[in-house]
């Protein structure tokens, strides 16, 4: 089979929101390459190794490539595409003047490609993510998230995800209902499983990143515990209650103690009242995927909405806010 295959030629600041354009086009695969400078800086506080191969692309830049089936009209996912990013430019996001290319390749030449860069990587003293094709011996105590994110979005090794993940280990103390709004591969919805949550619902409004979450519950032995549905944000549950469903097929009891949402904070913005309503007083929001420009209107929003914002991190350029319910 013969794919399209769409390059854009950007900055690193703008990988996230580039490549959620592309996923919302329709791709069925996004690769991204980032420079491969040794020096750049990275994380090792905790024994990690980056083999990654070094090649031509400049300090901060990075290389996304979309690929669209046979018979995608490519000239108007291309113009769309443009028009998405150059919307980047009103939230102070350096796109680094972006360039584009359109080609046709098989599917060999990228379907499995990307793997070889996807390993084991140790993100806290707990939580390590291992792709399901590599071997890896864990240590005492250490919990491996079983990973392979097929076509869908997350392999965890993104900073947004990484902050998550950290965060949800401080969070989950045991026992919790969880929600993860925007769940891609299912890697958060895996996380706080493993740390200890009794029941999850895993959301994506992406028929390919639901499929990919659930495969990747049943490969973490969690089937039982993740639930995965289809909805448009927290649209599911608002669909369960008017329809008077049982909230055994949600997975969870509301209202529940942790929701967690890696997205973007112009779609962050559009629900944070729902978040609300199906937080228990005293639960906890982790939100992510806010670009540092973008932080203090999402603060303004959980405040406004009467969440009480208890910590704040940041790592590259990307911000997480953990809010309580009083």
């Known amino acids: 089979m013969r794919w399209h295959e769409v390059t854009v030629h950007t900055t690193e600041e703008a990988i996230e929101m580039i490549s959620n354009f592309i996923h919302e086009l329709g791709a069925g695969g996004v690769s991204i390459e980032e420079s491969g400078t040794l020096n750049k800086q990275r994380d090792t506080s905790l024994g990690q190794w980056y083999e990654l191969p070094l090649n031509d692309i400049p300090e901060g830049r990075a290389v996304i490539k979309g690929y669209f089936s046979e018979g995608t009209d490519m000239e108007a996912i291309l113009l769309e595409l443009k028009r998405s990013v150059e919307t980047l430019r009103e939230y102070d996001i350096d796109t680094g003047e972006p360039t584009y290319e359109l080609k046709e390749v098989d599917d060999e030449d990228w379907a499995n490609a990307w793997k070889q860069y996807f390993k084991p990587l140790r993100i806290t003293d707990r939580l390590t993510i291992k792709p399901t094709w590599e071997e890896y011996t864990p240590g005492p105590d250490e919990l491996i998230l079983e990973l392979d994110p097929g076509m869908a979005f997350g392999t965890g090794t993104h900073a947004t995800t990484a902050l998550c993940l950290k965060t949800l280990e401080r969070v989950i103390q045991g026992g919790e209902d969880v929600i993860d709004v925007g769940t891609g591969s299912g890697v958060l919805a895996i996380a706080a499983a493993k740390l200890g949550a009794g029941r999850v619902l895993a959301l994506d409004l992406d028929p390919v990143s639901v499929s990919s979450a659930t495969e990747n519950a049943k490969l973490n032995g969690l089937e039982r515990q993740i639930t995965v549905k289809l909805s448009d944000l927290l649209q599911v549950i608002n669909e369960h209650r008017a329809a008077g469903a049982s909230e055994g097929t949600l997975g969870v009891k509301l209202p529940v103690q942790v929701v967690v949402a890696n997205i973007l904070a112009e779609i962050i913005l559009m ?49 997480v806010l953990v809010a309580r319910k009083p």
Request: glycine content about 8%; charged content about 30%.
């Open 271 to 319: 629900f944070v009242d729902d978040v609300y309503e199906v937080l228990e007083s005293g639960g906890t929001y982790i939100v992510s995927g806010i670009i540092k420009a973008k932080k203090a209107s999402v603060e303004e929003a959980l405040t406004a909405a009467g969440f009480i914002i208890t910590e704040r991190h940041e790592e590259q350029d990307w911000v």
